[in-house]
């Protein structure tokens, strides 16, 4: 069974990092494209970041951009997303999935999603 496993979640002060990973089981997703997103408490969904299979183009929500860098190493089927400078209003639920499809901003578009980790940044 396909799996995306999300981990390095945590509680963090304003201003601090986190590196969260994404790692692929049960099959591979290094065709796919992978992206990040996020739910708050009482609010939607919304893109994070995302990369495409290879790793060669990049996108970034304007809320994280400057500030975060996603990754992949397609020899792990593994996911990264590099967060720094964390503001509370980082404070979410962080999701990583997969995509066969070209609208990475999109969370319709994307067929494989993670359980989620926890992201508590601290004011």
Known sequence: QAQLVESGGGLV????SLRLSCAASGRTFNGYGMGW???????E???VAAISW????TYYADSVKGRSTI?????????????????PGDTAVY??????????ASASDYGYWGQ????TVSS
């Open 13 to 16: 002060q304003a201003g601090g």
């Open 37 to 43: 997103f996020r739910q708050a408490p009482g609010k």
């Open 45 to 47: 969904r919304e893109f």
């Open 54 to 57: 290879n790793g060669g183009r």
């Open 71 to 87: 990754s992949r190493d397609n020899a792990k089927d593994t996911l990264y997303l590099q967060m720094n400078s964390l503001t």
């Open 95 to 104: 999701y990583c999935a997969a995509t066969g499809g070209a609208n990475y």
């Open 116 to 119: 989620g980790t926890q992201v």
